[in-house]
């Protein structure tokens, strides 16, 4: 009798060989392997355990071994060859099982990413992936220093590390054009910090982006962009950190909506630093520096590898140039907002 929950047909015939070839010693034909690799495909498409499935031909074994003298040592080769092709085929279907996944998920996610595809074929789609699109999702993206992808170890370090944590809580883990994603509900913001923090403890030189909370379908491709936006602004303004919110960030999309209107800040504030000797770029640097440390002379000279009183000669030239007093909190703010306009536009390498 076959293991329970195990249907007997995938023991058809098996008693009936053994049988066979304990009388004959032969070994089992092409055709008869062919048709036990088929019958291990059909269980592996049935959902059927391995264990099970091999466990039920052992018992089979015991009850139809044969009492013919000597005839042990060929029997149980075709035990041998009979498990082996069983094996062989239920693989087989395994394997083409996980393509043909590989390449659901795949499609799906190209298709949720891209805002592709019937929307309720879409929402449908995603519940077999653990996402309901009628509630709101947030997107964070990493970019490693290497590209990756879902085979490489590094993703796989990650899925490992959050499946541990939060197990199976509607969190979509994948790759996109060499970066790795997680999508999760936007109410669950730890699952997203946590992400990043097994991302760049696997990875050094990893940046994590996370983009805002967004309802829908559609709301899943905002998140994603804004992420993606981020980690591009992150790099054309250098701004330090391996974490970055789209939240936080706000002000510098508002600030280039008008390309032209930022240009024209730009050239008018800081145009006239191109009469300095050497180019604008020293001055321009020292700005930017004095104002990412907050304005603070003496850490602003620090980072600049510059003695305090070169650090204020340099803010007097800047005055002179341009008309606008650095050190002035009234006067402060247009330098500043140029300063930012001119990261964003790569003033003054590109001409405006």
């Known amino acids: 009798m076959p293991e329970r929950g195990i249907p007997e047909h995938y023991l058809t015939g098996y008693a009936q060989l053994l049988a066979e070839v304990a009388v004959t010693g032969r070994r089992l034909t092409r055709a008869e392997l062919e048709a036990r690799r088929a019958l291990g495909e059909h269980a592996a498409e049935a959902g059927h355990g391995l264990r099970a499935l091999v466990n039920a031909h052992l018992a089979a074994t015991r009850t139809a071994w044969p009492e013919t003298p000597g005839a042990a040592d060929c029997t149980l080769a075709a035990v041998q060859q009979v498990v082996d092709a069983f094996t062989e085929g239920y693989e087989r279907a395994q394997r083409l099982a996980v393509r043909q996944e590989e390449a659901a998920r ?24 653990g996402l309901r699109l009628s509630h709101s999702h947030a997107v964070a993206v990493v970019q490693g220093p290497t590209p990756y992808d879902e085979s490489a170890p590094v993703p796989r370090q990650v899925e490992r590390a959050m499946i541990s944590r939060f197990g199976d ?14 999508v999760a ?22 940046r994590v982006a996370i983009g805002r909370p967004q309802q829908g379908a559609g709301g899943i491709v905002q998140s994603y962009e804004e992420a993606l936006n981020t980690l591009e602004l992150a790099e054309r303004l250098t701004l330090e950190g391996p974490l970055l ?29 191109t009469r300095a000797r050497g180019g604008p770029r020293p001055l321009l640097d020292t700005l930017s520096t004095y ?23 340099r803010l ?32 003054p390498d590109k001409e405006l």
């Open 291 to 313: 104002f990412d440390c907050g304005c603070v002379a003496a850490e602003a000279a620090r980072r600049l590898s510059l003695s305090v009183r070169a650090l204020t000669y």
């Open 169 to 182: 809580r509607n969190i979509l883990l994948t790759t996109k054009a060499g970066r790795m994603l997680c």
């Open 106 to 129: 795949r499609e799906f996610i190209d298709d949720l990413l891209y805002g592709r595809s019937d929307l309720g074929r879409l929402a449908e789609r995603a519940e077999r992936f």
């Open 185 to 206: 509900p936007g109410d669950q913001d730890d699952v997203l910090t946590h992400f990043a923090k097994q991302s760049y403890a696997a990875a050094e030189g990893a």
């Open 245 to 273: 919110r789209a939240a936080d960030l706000l002000v510098y999309p508002v600030l280039t909506r008008d390309r032209q209107a930022m240009a024209d800040l730009v050239l008018d504030a800081l145009g006239p630093l």
């Open 316 to 347: 007097e030239r800047i005055h002179q140039l341009t008309g606008a007093n650095p050190t002035d909190p009234g006067q402060r703010y247009m330098l500043q907002t140029a300063v930012i306009g001119a990261r964003l536009l790569d003033w």
